[in-house]
């Protein structure tokens, strides 16, 4: 009879397969989490895309003028991207974002927040806002503050960019515009607040890449006015951004946080900025 036996495994080896096991874990977790946000970058890249398509739409539409943002509706009408928002502010006024003219050729709000971002629950249920998602930059598009029309320094309209395939349309932001200066004169022109002395704070305190506000590999997806969309480093982004040596636009105090929760985006100036060269990507030429 075979008097073998069956041996268990002793406690050295049993710690040496658990710390194998552990080992592996922590080199394939990382792995793991970056190929989910990899996706989620795809999934945003397809949101802000479809977005720009939609622009691009609907300026085919409407005599090539571009949307505005926070046009006035009667009291009572609702927030059109969430009618049920409970808020007095979105039952109100100003409340036809840009999002809304969008949502005839998208037909989908989803699409309309990025998947790395966690929404605004508050602004979303009271006021009918969709935050942390994206941006229209009003510079180039233009605005409208209830009643009273902000147009753009380029015009508003398709024909006033230069250089389509470079300067964006919408880009990944807390607030639902772009941060902004505006000529408080009466003639209310926007431009844009591009100083890179802003943009660098939020994007990269301290030297690093702050992931809540570029969270996709440390980057940020923008769509562009032709209609196209991509990623974009928060280096390469930032050396498009203008200094204040070469974009003086006449502020008393540098703001540093563009992509703020609190507060507005619009930042008076007293006369309009000059620019040392051209920065396509603000529709600075």
């Given at each position: 009879?075979?008097?073998?036996?069956?041996?268990?495994?002793?406690?050295?080896?049993?710690?040496?397969?658990?710390?194998?096991?552990?080992?592996?874990?922590?080199?394939?977790?990382p792995?793991?989490?970056?190929?989910?946000?990899?996706?989620?970058?795809?999934?945003?890249?397809?949101?802000?895309?479809?977005?720009?398509?939609?622009?691009?739409?609907?300026?085919?539409?409407?005599?090539?003028?571009?949307p505005?943002?926070?046009?006035?509706?009667?009291?009572?009408?609702?927030?059109?991207?969430?009618?049920?928002?409970?808020?007095?502010?979105?039952?109100?006024?100003?409340?036809?974002?840009?999002?809304?003219?969008l949502?005839?050729?998208v037909?989908?709000?989803?699409i309309?927040?990025?998947?790395?971002?966690?929404?605004?629950?508050?602004?979303w249920?009271?006021?009918?806002?969709?935050?942390?998602?994206?941006?229209?930059?009003l510079?180039?598009?233009?605005?409208?503050?209830?009643?009273?029309?902000?147009?753009?320094?380029?015009?508003?309209?398709?024909?006033?960019?230069?250089?389509?395939?470079?300067?964006?349309?919408?880009?990944?932001?807390?607030?639902?515009?772009?941060?902004?200066?505006?000529?408080?004169?009466g003639?209310?022109?926007?431009?844009?607040?591009?100083?890179?002395?802003?943009?660098?704070?939020?994007?990269?305190?301290?030297?690093?890449?702050?992931?809540?506000?570029?969270?996709?590999?440390?980057?940020?997806?923008?769509?562009?006015?032709?209609?196209?969309?991509?990623?974009?480093?928060?280096?390469?982004?930032?050396?498009?951004?203008?200094?204040?040596?070469?974009?003086?636009?006449?502020?008393?105090?540098?703001?540093?946080?563009?992509?703020?929760?609190?507060?507005?985006?619009?930042?008076?100036?007293?006369?309009?900025?000059?620019?040392?060269?051209?920065?396509?990507?603000?529709?600075?030429?």
């Amino acid at each position: 009879m075979d008097q073998r036996r069956r041996q268990a495994f002793t406690l050295i080896e049993l710690l040496v397969v658990i710390a194998i096991i552990a080992i592996l874990a922590a080199i394939l977790f990382p792995v793991f989490a970056q190929a989910r946000e990899k996706a989620r970058q795809v999934s945003c890249l397809s949101n802000i895309k479809q977005l720009g398509t939609a622009i691009y739409m609907y300026v085919q539409d409407y005599d090539e003028m571009y949307p505005h943002a926070d046009y006035s509706l009667p009291a009572g009408s609702g927030s059109p991207l969430n009618p049920s928002a409970s808020g007095t502010f979105a039952t109100r006024v100003n409340h036809y974002k840009w999002e809304s003219w969008l949502l005839p050729y998208v037909k989908n709000v989803q699409i309309m927040q990025c998947p790395s971002r966690q929404k605004d629950a508050e602004a979303w249920a009271v006021n009918g806002e969709l935050k942390n998602a994206y941006a229209l930059n009003l510079s180039i598009t233009g605005a409208s503050n209830g009643l009273q029309d902000r147009p753009s320094f380029l015009g508003g309209s398709l024909s006033g960019v230069q250089t389509v395939a470079e300067t964006f349309l919408i880009q990944e932001l807390y607030n639902q515009v772009t941060y902004n200066y505006l000529i408080n004169n009466g003639s209310n022109v926007l431009y844009p607040a591009a100083l890179r002395e802003s943009w660098e704070p939020y994007l990269k305190p301290s030297g690093t890449t702050d992931r809540r506000n570029a969270p996709h590999n440390e980057g940020l997806n923008l769509s562009f006015a032709d209609g196209h969309a991509k990623w974009m480093h928060v280096n390469n982004f930032l050396s498009q951004c203008p200094t204040a040596a070469q974009y003086n636009a006449c502020i008393v105090t540098l703001r540093t946080n563009p992509g703020s929760g609190s507060g507005v985006n619009t930042f008076y100036i007293t006369a309009p900025p000059a620019w040392t060269a051209k920065f396509n990507l603000w529709g600075l030429y």
